[in-house]
C-alpha cells in the first residue's frame, strides 16, 4: 500500500512564498513520475507542474516562472517551491504519484493554501 503525506500548506499575504512537500512511502515499484495537482472551490483539478522521471518536467502556464518542482525518485519526494503567490493560486494542493506496475495514480490527502489579498 502506497501512502503520500504532505505538508507545508497554509496562509499567505499575496507575494509571497510557501513551499509544500510530500513524502511517499510504502510498496511502490517503477515509479514513472511525481507532481503536485490543485483544486480551487468550484473548479475541477487541475495540474500545476509535474516530473516524469527521465523525460519532461511540466509546469501549468499560470504557474510557470513562479513555481519550481523538485521530485527525487530515490526518496520518493516531490515538493514545490511557490513564489509570487497570488488569490488566484488559492486551492487544495494534492501530490501525486503514478506507477508503471501496476499502473496506477495515487494521490495524497490535500494540503489547503489560501493568499489573502
Known amino acids: 500500500q502506497v501512502q503520500l503525506v504532505e505538508s507545508g500548506g497554509g496562509l499567505v499575504q499575496a507575494g509571497g512564498s510557501l513551499e509544500l512537500s510530500c513524502a511517499a512511502s510504502?510498496?511502490?515499484?517503477?515509479?514513472?513520475?511525481m507532481g503536485w495537482y490543485r483544486q480551487a472551490r468550484g473548479k475541477e483539478r487541475e495540474l500545476v507542474a509535474d516530473v516524469t522521471f527521465g523525460s519532461t518536467t511540466r509546469y501549468a502556464d499560470s504557474v510557470k516562472g513562479r513555481f519550481t518542482i523538485f521530485a527525487d525518485n530515490v526518496k520518493n519526494t516531490v515538493s514545490l517551491q511557490m513564489n509570487s503567490l497570488n488569490s488566484e493560486d488559492t486551492a487544495t494542493y494534492y501530490c501525486?504519484?503514478?506507477?508503471?506496475?501496476?499502473?496506477?495514480?495515487?494521490w495524497g490527502q490535500g494540503t489547503q493554501v489560501t493568499v489573502s489579498s
Open positions: 501525486h504519484l503514478k506507477t508503471l506496475i501496476p499502473r496506477r495514480d495515487y
Open positions: 510504502g510498496s511502490i515499484f517503477s515509479l514513472i513520475a
